[in-house]
């Protein structure tokens, strides 16, 4: 047991030489301490969204448990707030962060809208899942083709790796439209890009009927449902995060397994927080123009 204080809160890191990475040799406390390194970054992100975390208690190659309402054992100082009859989990605090590692959470998911404003996402969010673990190149292919299309529609996006083997490009806009109506554009773009790209892009959402394409996902973007936080880890062998990139970025080779716990801090240091036009500098763009785009050629 070891004791560290965060935020003036007494928090018992229980078995913290518990190796979680056995590859890189990650223990609890090292993971501990990387989030500490990222936790402004995650708490901006998550703030006011309700909080879902996945618990590995057999290891993270073993089952997940979803979690999202608050345990009994939790203190009273964990944020959290009462929401439909639930006292539901709140990424509002560095300590509630570390508390929720401690309690075994390895993975951190928050859905688009917050929770005070329900029905209203802060961003759109594409994601885009190749058919295999050595496809990425194909994701970056269809990652840049996208972004040409946001920006001859006026709209500035951000990329970032998935953790997994796939990317996402975030939208951020005004929180002034409905789930109902962003589910119009991200359609409307999808389609475009899977007309454009026939025999690379698939929008089928029966992965068996999806063959060798990369999945274009718009419909994750709805109420309810989550995308993992930035920087948040994710149970991968490799110890990768969801990292932000910058659109030069993905002209290189790069992989997924580039970007870990082990070298998030030293990237962060050199390159700031390229998340932030999604957080701490948010770009409220407009989506009224293309609304009436497709409305007119319905």
Do not use: C
Not at 5 to 32: C, F, M, N
Not at 69 to 92: C, D, G, T
Not at 137 to 142: F, G, M, R, S, Y
């Amino acid at each position: 047991m070891e004791e560290i204080i965060v935020e003036g809160e007494k928090i018992e890191i229980s078995h913290p030489d518990k190796v979680i990475w056995e590859a890189q040799r990650i223990t609890k406390l090292d993971y501990i301490h990387y989030l500490l390194n990222v936790s402004h970054y995650m708490v901006e992100h998550a703030k006011d969204r309700l909080l879902m975390v996945w618990l590995y208690p057999h290891g993270i190659v073993g089952k997940k448990i979803e979690k999202r309402s608050v345990p009994q054992s939790a203190p009273e100082w964990v944020s959290h707030i009462f929401y439909k009859n639930k006292e539901r989990m709140l990424l509002n605090d560095t300590a509630t962060l570390v508390w929720a590692a401690n309690y075994g959470a390895i993975e951190f998911h928050v859905p688009f809208d917050r929770h005070d404003k329900p029905d209203f996402p802060l961003e759109m969010v594409f994601d885009l899942d190749p058919p295999d673990d050595n496809s990425f190149n194909l994701a970056i292919e269809v990652a840049l083709k996208l972004k040409e299309l946001l920006q001859s529609l006026g709209l500035q996006s951000i990329p970032r790796t998935s953790g997994s083997a796939g990317l996402q490009v975030f939208v951020p806009i005004e929180p002034l439209y409905t789930f109902e109506q962003t589910r119009k554009i991200t359609a409307f773009i999808a389609k475009y890009v899977q007309e454009k790209m026939p025999e690379r892009v698939t929008i089928e959402r029966v992965v068996s009927k999806r063959g060798n394409k990369l999945y274009f996902d718009y419909l994750q973007l709805w109420k309810g449902r989550t995308m993992p936080v930035v920087y948040s880890p994710r149970a991968k062998q490799s110890a990768t995060i969801a990292a932000p990139l910058s659109w030069s970025e993905l002209e290189k080779d790069i992989l997924p397994a580039d970007f870990s716990i082990l070298n998030t801090k030293k990237r962060i240091d050199e390159k700031g927080d390229l998340f932030k036009p999604i957080t701490t500098e948010k770009l409220n763009q407009s989506l009224n123009d293309i609304l009436d785009f497709i409305e007119k050629n319905r």
